[in-house]
Structures are given as structure tokens and as C-alpha cells.
């Protein structure tokens, strides 16, 4: 069992930056993937960005060069830094830790970006 808990959302300005941390406990954070989802109102949830255990990551094309997620194992933190932030990047955050056929989310965090 993994639980996650979410902090770091609000409201920014287009071009402003926010960091969402996901803080993970329960078991062995260090052996999940972990990524960041967002759904916007009305529309399917979707990948943001992941990181493997290892350490390699992967972004949507619509938030690339714009967002970094990095983790620290020793902290059991994965976070997310947004920059140069679009109104389209509005939505609920949601942490995601998978190993195998195990997968866990989180509660959510809002990100509103409008002026």
C-alpha cells in the first residue's frame, strides 16, 4: 500500500511558475514509477509526466520544456515544476505511483491558471 498526499496548487498567472510535491508513504517508495496526471473539467484524465525508478522521465508534448518532475528517494517526494504556465494547464494534479500491476493515486491538487 502506498499513500500519497498532494500540496502545491493555486491560482498563477499566465507565465508563472508553481511546484506540486507529492509526499508518498506506506511502503517502499524508491521501487515505484511515479508520474503526475491532470483532468481538466469535461475533459479525460491524462499523463503529464513520469519517472522511473531509475530516474528517467517522460513528458506529454504539451507541457514539454515547460514542467520537470524529479523525486527524491531519501525524502519519499516526488515533485513538479511548472513554469511558463498556459490557461490550457488548468486542472486537478493527481500523483500516481505504479509497480506491476499496483497502482495508487492521490486526493489532487488545483492548479487554476487565469489572470
Known amino acids: 500500500q502506498v499513500q500519497l498526499v498532494e500540496s502545491g496548487g493555486g491560482l498563477v498567472q499566465p507565465g508563472g511558475s508553481l511546484r506540486l510535491s507529492c509526499a508518498a508513504s506506506g511502503s517502499i517508495f524508491s521501487t515505484y514509477a511515479m508520474g503526475w496526471y491532470r483532468q481538466a473539467p469535461g475533459k479525460q484524465r491524462e499523463l503529464v509526466a513520469v519517472i522511473s525508478r531509475i530516474g528517467s522521465t517522460n513528458y506529454a508534448t504539451s507541457v514539454k520544456g515547460r514542467f520537470t518532475i524529479s523525486r527524491d528517494n531519501a525524502s519519499n517526494t516526488v515533485l513538479l515544476q511548472l513554469n511558463s504556465l498556459k490557461p490550457e494547464d488548468t486542472a486537478v494534479y493527481y500523483c500516481?505511483?505504479?509497480?506491476?500491476?499496483?497502482?495508487?493515486w492521490g486526493q489532487g491538487t488545483q492548479v487554476t491558471v487565469s489572470l
Open positions: 500516481h505511483a505504479q509497480k506491476m500491476i499496483y497502482e495508487y
